[in-house]
């Protein structure tokens, strides 16, 4: 089984000042990681994603993140927050099947992120 | 990356007539498509595994009868809301599978808001 848990419901920070939005996950296998935006009444984008290569993902508008295995985490960071940044922040995690196999997501909880004038 | 198509965006209609919903890839072809509901401010919910040429995948609890999926083309799946009550408004989000293997990613469409009067 594998899930994810997003230690923060809510993250507010100053514009300008770094962001850390926390994500843990259990799996039984090698995990693929993403982490997805959701602006107000929209879809999902996909920020950055972690399939067994680099261990610093860097993903698109200066986020990045480090999947460290030891600690099972998977927290995304970015160094200087816009306020164009606020939104909804899911971590999301797969297993790694088979080639050509569908594969569903476990996604966590959400968190909302702020950003102060 | 690749662009997912969902149509309408936004739809009202009363209680006991049906809405359908359309998922679009638009510039790949997915055999395999999703469809989940967003409940406000919670996270998203599988409902159901679309694959083209068979019958959906359906999650533990949700009615497929009240819940139709047709995935008819490598582009196209449909989700059809049958009866719709007011309890059935909600945010429906599809997501089309792009690769294969490890290397396969969900793009997600922009999300449909269902509103039963």
């Known amino acids: 089984a594998q899930s994810v848990t997003q230690l923060d419901s809510h993250v507010s920070v100053s514009e300008g000042t770094p962001v850390l939005l926390r994500c843990n996950y259990s799996s039984s296998y090698s995990p693929s990681l993403f982490w997805y935006v959701q602006h107000p009444n929209k879809g999902l984008q996909l920020l950055l994603k972690?399939?067994?290569?680099?261990?610093l993902v860097k993903g698109i508008n200066g986020f990045e993140a480090e999947f460290k295995k030891s600690e099972t985490s998977f927290h995304l960071t970015k160094p200087s927050a816009h306020m164009s940044d606020a939104a909804e922040y899911f971590c999301v995690v797969t297993l790694s099947l088979s080639s050509g196999s569908a594969r569903q997501l476990t996604f966590g909880s959400g968190t909302q992120l702020t950003v102060l004038p | 990356g690749a662009v997912v198509s969902q149509h309408p965006s936004w739809v009202i209609c009363k209680s006991g007539t049906s809405v359908k919903i359309e998922c679009r890839s638009l510039?790949?072809?997915?055999?395999?498509m999703f469809w989940y509901r967003q409940f406000p401010k919670q996270s998203l919910m599988l409902m159901a595994t679309s694959n083209e040429g068979s019958k959906a995948t359906y999650e533990q609890g949700v009615e497929k009868d009240k819940f139709l999926i047709n995935h008819a083309s490598l582009t196209l799946s449909t989700l059809t809301v049958t009866s719709a009550h007011p309890e059935d408004s909600s945010f429906y989000i599809c997501?089309?599978?792009?690769?294969?293997?490890?290397?396969?990613?969900?793009?997600f469409g922009a999300g449909t808001r269902l509103s039963v009067l």
């Open positions: 997501s089309a599978l792009a690769g294969s293997g490890a290397k396969n990613i969900q793009y």
């Open positions: 510039d790949f072809q997915a055999t395999t």
């Open positions: 972690y399939t067994s290569a680099a261990t």
